[in-house]
């Protein structure tokens, strides 16, 4: 068996082994692990890149660091984009050696200390003759006869490759860091969709449709844009591009720190990747864009729903101590909050209800965490009343949309001051931010002017001296 050993290498860069687009079978690499953790250590080994013009796709072995422990695994790059990973969706973590095997008989596997194997894709007995990373930076085990035994193209991670298809039913995913919660981007017959997953709840924040209800089949990406099909393998819609005419498309991206899905595009003369679509482009549509009981507020900025309570102040964090449920805890109440809605889409809905129906169906559910009435803007529209699980996507929005948004808090929360005081102290925080951003501004620009009539008259006076 062919073996590599190499030590743990330094954060941003990798050694790269050999510059072949596969290897043989009885193939093997490791890479060792420190003694000590560290978030600032990375190791990385590359095995295979692609012969293309720049940026190619490379695979590596790779050792993290990840909450004190070292993570082992097979990552894919385009560039500097890592685009897939072994260890997406469950981290094997090692102490000592995360080493890469390709066996005689056929089995890719990643091994840690005494030969413990924590990832490996089963193809033992199947023919497989060697490993290998092609152009469209699919990489699959192949047999004698280049018939493709395993490929990474169909266990998608939080990216989709130009060329790569996803059927109804799949789904890209992505893991905010410190955060319960995940996002998805899901393939379904009658649209596509970005979601917010938090425990049983699941909640879309984004969906594009085709025209007529036609039914969708698959996706692919293409050079241009996102292309739709049907079951007959014709194209039925599609999400299209901007400003890449001489740039072919290179991926979608579901971003893991916004949730946002973006079309992307490789910049030669800025050497980096940069978003030819964006499904938001507006901070407040985020699904994160504030903490949990935080608004989002016409400037962009967050403000807590700080409620203070009788026996104690808010906390830190924006729910002030009361988001872990009010199952079993005595009875709550409703806070309304005018000009505020939520982004989240697809939640439980009643329609032809009042207000008073809508607040008593979030107060007798306990796993109810807020509710959002709907009258029109004219009072007079369908009335309907949506129920959340949690507080989170919650934003401004301009006054005389007919919204009402209205959060569970402890019972007892309005006893040093009214309801009406209660409901106007949120408002204000929120008034104050905006009017503390928008001074911000205005006392920047006075600055800026007053300095260049100051400029202006220290020139004319030096003018006049030279004369």
């Known amino acids: 068996m062919k073996v590599h050993r190499l030590i743990f290498l330094l954060l941003l860069f990798g050694y790269q082994v050999c510059c072949k687009t596969y290897v043989h079978i009885d193939y093997s690499l490791t890479v060792e692990v420190p003694s000590e953790y560290s978030v600032e250590l990375l190791g990385r080994a590359f095995l295979m890149e692609t012969n293309q013009m720049e940026p190619s796709f490379r695979v590596a072995v790779s050792v993290e660091p990840i909450i004190g422990k070292y993570s082992c695994s097979l990552q894919v790059f385009l560039g500097d984009v890592k685009v897939w990973n072994s260890g997406h969706y469950s981290h094997f973590y090692t102490s000592d050696k995360c080493a890469l095997e390709l066996t005689k008989d056929g089995d890719l596997r990643l091994k840690g200390s005494n030969d413990r194997i924590g990832w490996?894709?089963?193809?033992?007995?199947?023919?497989?003759?060697?490993?290998?990373?092609?152009?469209?930076?699919?990489?699959?085990?192949v047999d004698a006869l280049n018939r493709i035994k395993w490929q990474s193209f169909n266990f998608p991670t939080d990216v989709m490759l130009w060329g790569q298809r996803l059927n109804v039913a799949t789904r890209l995913t992505s893991f905010p860091t410190n955060s319960t919660a995940f996002y998805s981007f899901e393939i379904q017959h009658s649209k596509i969709a970005l979601y917010l997953s938090s425990g049983?709840?699941?909640y879309s924040y984004w969906e594009f449709q085709p025209t007529k209800s036609r039914n969708i089949t698959f996706i692919e990406l293409?050079?241009?844009?996102?292309?739709?099909?049907?079951?007959?393998?014709?194209?039925?819609?599609?999400?299209?591009?901007?400003g890449t005419q001489f740039q072919p498309l290179r991926f979608l991206a579901l971003g893991n720190k916004t949730g946002n899905m973006g079309l992307y595009f490789y910049s030669p003369e800025k050497r980096s990747f940069e978003a030819a679509f964006q499904a938001l482009n507006t901070t407040c549509d985020l699904p994160l864009a504030c903490r949990p009981y935080g608004i989002c507020t016409l400037s962009t900025?967050?403000?807590?729903?700080?409620?203070?309570?009788?026996?104690?102040?808010?906390?830190?964090?924006?729910?002030?101590?009361?988001?872990?449920?009010?199952?079993?805890?005595?009875?709550?109440?409703?806070?309304?909050?005018?000009?505020?809605?939520?982004?989240?889409?697809?939640?439980?809905k009643r329609v032809n209800v009042s207000k008073e129906t809508c607040e008593n169906l979030c107060l007798q559910d306990?796993?109810?965490?807020?509710?959002?009435?709907?009258?029109?803007?004219?009072?007079?529209?369908?009335?309907?009343?949506?129920?959340?699980?949690?507080?989170?996507?919650v934003k401004q929005v301009e006054r005389g949309t007919g919204l009402t948004f209205m959060v569970k808090v402890p019972n007892g929360t309005q006893v040093s001051h009214g309801k009406s005081n209660v409901k106007k102290w949120v408002l204000v925080m929120v008034g104050v931010i905006d009017g503390l951003i928008i001074l911000l501004v205005l006392g920047g620009l006075g600055y800026c002017l007053v300095q260049r009539r100051r400029r202006r008259r220290n020139m004319l006076a030096s003018d006049n001296n030279n004369t």
């Open 301 to 348: 900025a967050c403000s807590c729903i700080r409620l203070l309570t009788a026996k104690k102040g808010a906390g830190s964090d924006c729910n002030g101590g009361f988001s872990e449920g009010f199952c079993d805890k005595g009875q709550p109440e409703m806070l309304e909050l005018s000009g505020v809605s939520s982004v989240l889409r697809t939640a439980p």
């Open 222 to 242: 293409g050079s241009k844009g996102l292309e739709i099909f049907n079951d007959k393998y014709k194209k039925i819609a599609q999400i299209s591009s901007f």
């Open 200 to 202: 049983k709840w699941n």
């Open 120 to 141: 490996r894709t089963g193809t033992s007995g199947q023919g497989v003759e060697r490993l290998e990373i092609l152009k469209t930076g699919n990489l699959v085990l």
């Open 366 to 393: 306990c796993k109810c965490a807020a509710a959002l009435y709907s009258a029109g803007k004219d009072g007079t529209s369908s009335r309907e009343c949506f129920t959340y699980g949690l507080v989170s996507g």
